[in-house]
């Protein structure tokens, strides 16, 4: 089965791209969503994933890999977990607007379901993130 792709959202003053390099890796949890609790679930080792800086930033900025998968949350074990390590930031962060504003993204789950801190990406809506990194800002 091939792997599937994902957005974690996590507010950069709680836990930001650099907390989850220089600690090399995290147990993504604290969710309390049963969609976003769902998808952590739904996830396999070698998964990867966007790491969102949601609230202050609103951008995507690197890619994280899931290390280990099927875990409980250390607060409460109803509650799914995993383990990520960071694989490389993004050439440059894509911002919310710039997604919002490409329409070849108008049905991905962070523009959709923006509330939703867990989110399954397509492998199109993936390779688009990617493009749009190595391309210089409009405006």
């Known amino acids: 089965m091939s792997k599937r792709l994902w957005l974690l959202k996590s507010e950069p003053e709680a836990f930001g791209w650099d907390d989850l390099v220089r600690d090399g ?37 690197g890619i994280m890999e899931v290390a280990e998968a099927g875990l409980m949350d250390s607060d409460d074990p109803k509650w799914a977990s995993v383990r990520v390590t960071p694989v490389t930031p993004l050439a440059r962060p894509v911002t919310l607007a710039e997604v919002k504003a490409e329409p070849a993204l108008a049905e991905m789950e962070l523009v959709r379901l923006s509330r939703l801190s867990v989110g399954e990406v397509t492998q199109d809506h993936w390779d688009r993130i990617i493009a749009m990194s190595k391309q210089q800002e409009e405006g």
């Open 25 to 61: 890796d995290t147990l993504w949890d604290g969710v309390r969503n049963h969609r976003a609790a769902n998808n952590l679930r739904a996830m396999q080792v070698g998964d990867r994933a966007f790491f969102y800086h949601s609230v202050t930033g609103k951008e995507i900025v």
